[in-house]
């Protein structure tokens, strides 16, 4: 079984430019996560999706941060326009049932 | 609300001798607890989880942890250290709200192993 699909898996842009990570969970999972990671702390919830409703994106700033899952299987994080503090982590996870599975992160380095 | 407190940040231990993570939660529900592992550059993966059923669980790798209700803690042991533990760990709670299953990382333990 392929695990959670991110792309691409690094990222270096300068400040003020947009930025698009891209998620492929796995086939069957209903429900999918954004988390950011900062360095040396664990992460925090962004956004989640059941299928392709956001359930919960209390956290999601978003004033410059935006999501997609338009058929409810793979979904797009954007930030427009990047900070210097979105370098960080960005992990997408998808679980059924209670079986999580994490993606292996975009690392985004804005200059 | 849910918390997780990992007490601490960095954990050295000798290979071949004993592992102890500390973590301590707070949740206001029945919490299922788990332990998450990360290497450098890889994803996190599953070492094992609690969802109130036996309060000793054991996981993936040799890894093993105890819930206790009483302490509110999820320790995280092996008997014996390997060269290949050296990472990340993060102790997460998780339990249902009106927006579903939430998941809260503690800041992480970073084992490192000494030859």
């Known amino acids: 079984e392929a695990g959670v699909v991110q792309s691409p898996r690094y990222k270096i842009i300068e400040k003020k430019q947009p930025v698009a990570f891209w998620c492929n969970p796995i086939?069957?999972?209903?429900?999918l996560y954004w988390y950011l990671q900062n360095l040396g702390q664990g992460p925090e919830l962004l956004i989640r999706?059941?299928?392709?409703?956001?359930?919960?994106d209390s956290q999601l700033p978003k004033d410059r941060f935006s999501a997609e899952r338009l058929k409810g299987v793979d979904s797009t994080l954007k930030i427009q326009p990047a900070e210097l503090g979105d370098s960080a982590v960005y992990l997408c996870?998808?679980?059924?049932?209670?079986?999580?599975?994490f993606g292996p992160g975009t690392r985004l380095t804005v200059l | 609300a849910q918390s997780v407190t990992q007490l601490d940040s960095h954990v050295s231990v000798s290979e071949g001798t004993p592992v102890l993570l500390r973590c301590n939660y707070s949740?206001?529900?029945?919490?299922?607890l788990f332990w998450y592992v990360q290497h450098p550059n890889k994803g996190l993966q599953l070492l094992l989880k609690y969802t109130s059923a036996a309060t000793l669980v054991k996981g993936i790798n040799g890894f093993e942890a105890e819930f206790k209700k009483s302490e509110t803690s999820f320790h995280l042991t092996k008997p014996s250290a390997h060269m290949s533990d050296a990472a990340e760990y993060f102790c997460v709670v998780s339990d249902h709200s009106s927006h579903g299953q939430n998941f809260v990382f503690g800041p992480g333990t970073r084992l490192s192993v000494l030859p």
């Open positions: 999706y059941e299928n392709e409703e956001a359930v919960d």
């Open positions: 949740s206001s529900y029945s919490p299922s």
């Open positions: 996870a998808s679980s059924k049932t209670g079986s999580t599975v």
């Open positions: 086939s069957g999972h209903n429900t």
